[in-house]
C-alpha cells in the first residue's frame, strides 16, 4: 500500500488539480442551486443569493466553525468570480430545459468527494480530532445545499428519503480519506476520497439507493 | 452571603460534575430533537442531523460568535459522540411512545439551565459585557432549537405563544448567573444558575405559565 | 475629485456621526423586524428575537465570517441595547397602525446605504478583497432580513419580484464606497455610498421598480 505518488505526481500538478475540480465543484453547484431562483420565479437577486449560497456556502459554514482566518472563499482567488459567474448564467441562458443541466448534476456528483475531502484535509491542518474532520467534511459537501434548501423552504432534500445518496456519499468520501491520510498516504486519501465520494453518488442515484427511513 | 464552596466541593469535582450535566443534557437534547425526524419521516441522515444540530448547536452557534477557537463541543472530547449516539438511538429504538421519553424531557429541562450557564460563564471569560453574556447563554440553551425547527420547518417554539418558558428560563438562569459572578460567587452561580433554570422550565411547563403576546 | 473633508470635518464627528446614522439604523430595523412577531401572533420571546435579528443581525453575520473579533454589535456600547429597546417598544406600543411605522421605514432606508458601506469598510480594513468586501456590504444591510424572514418562514423579501431595491441598492451603496476608497478618498466613499443606498432604496419603492426576473 506504500504508494507514493510525488515522484510521479508533483506538488503543484495535485495543487493544480485540486483547484480545478474544487472550481468546477463550484460552478455546477451555484449553477444548479441558482436554477432554484427559477423555479420559484424569484429575481436576480434570488438567483445570485442561491447561487452563492450553493456554490460556496459549505466551505464557508466549515470554516466559520473552525476559525483559522477568514472563510478559504472569500480570501482565495477564484472562488466568489466562479460562483457569481454560474449564478448569473442560470439567469440569462434558458438551461433548465436544456442538455446542460445533465452536464452539470454530473459535475456536481463527481465533485462532491472532492469537497468532503477538501474539509475533511482542512480540518486535520487546523489540528482537530479525526472524528470532526468527517462531520466537516460532510458539512462542505453538503451544507451549502442544506441552506440553499432553507432559503427556499424546503425540507432539505439530505434529510428527506429521496433515492441517491448525497450526505452518506460524503461521509463515505471523508471516511476513506481519514484512513489514508492517517496511515501516511495524504495523497492517496485525496484521491481515493474523490473517488469514492463520486462514485457512490453517481451510483447510488443511478440504482435509487435510499437510507433506511 | 459569603458562600466558599472550594473547602467543601474541590475544584475537579465541580468541573466534572459540570461536564456530567452538559453531557446529560446534550444526550437528552439530541435524542429529542433526533425524534422529530421520526414525525416527519425522514431518513437515517435526518436523524443525525436534527440529533447534532439539537444536541450541541446551540454552544456552536454561541462558540462560532465569540471568536475565541473553535467550538468547544468540536474540539472537547465526548460532546460529539454522545450527540452522535442520542441521535442514532433515536433511529435504532421506538422511544417515541415509550417511557424514556417523558424521563428525556425531564432531563432536558433539568438541564437548560446548565446551558446557560456554560453560555454566561464562556462569554464572560472571554472578557465581553455581561449583557452580552446573558445573550450568549440564552443563544447556547435555545439556538440549537431554533436551527431544528428552521430545519423541519416550524416557527421556532420559543417564539410562538406555546405554554413553558424555554428562553426565559434560560434568561433567568443567566441573570442569575450574572448577578452571582458579580459579586464574586463564581460557583455559587454556577449551582444558582442551572437550579433557576432548570426549575422555572420545570415549573413553568406544569402550570402551563405563558410570556405575554 | 480631490476633495478632502478633513479640515472641514474633523475625524470625530465623522465617527460619532456614523455611530448615530448606524444606531438610528438598528433602531428601525429592530421595531420594523419586531412587528413581524405582532403579525405572526407571537409571544414577547418573539418579539426579541425578531427584533435583535432584524436590527443587528447583518452586521454580526458580518463579523462572524470576518473572523476579525466577536462580532461589534456585541461588543460595541449601544447596538445591543438600542436593538433591544426597539423590540420590546414594538411589543408595549400599538405602532402597526401608527404613523411611527412610516417615519420607521423610512429612517430604514436612508440608514441601508450606511450598513452596506460600513460592511464594505471593515471588510476592507481586515485586509480582503474589494470584491469580498462588496458582498460584506450587501450581507451587513441584508442579512438580518433574511434570518429574519427564515424564521417567520417567508421566502427572503429580497430574492422574490416585489417592488423596491433593497439587497441591490446596499450593492450599489457598496460599489460606490469602493470606487471612492480605491481613488483615495475614504471619507466621501462613506458620504456618497450612504447617499447612494438610502436614495435608491427611497426610489425604487416609490416608483416600484423591480429586478428582472
Redesign the interface.
Known sequence: MAIDLTPVVPEEVISLGTLIVDLVGVFAGSVLGALQ?ER???????FL??G?VSGIGGG?IRD????????LA??R?GY??VAFVGAFAAFLFELRHGPGVKLLATLDALTLGAFAVAGTQRTLE?G??P??AV?MGVITAAGGG?VRD????Q??A????VPGYY??AALAASLVCIVFSQAGHPKLALLAGMFVGGALRLVSLRLGW????
Not at 466559520?64 to 472563510?71: E, I, N, R, V, Y
Open positions: 431562483a420559484r420565479k424569484m429575481d436576480l437577486m434570488g443569493v442561491l452563492l464557508i466559520t466553525l473552525l476559525q483559522a482566518g477568514p472563510p472569500l480570501v482567488p466568489l468570480p487546523v482537530l480530532h472524528g470532526t462531520l442544506i432553507v432559503l427556499t423552504r425540507t432539505p439530505l434529510m428527506r428519503a450526505a452518506t435510499r437510507l433506511p427511513v
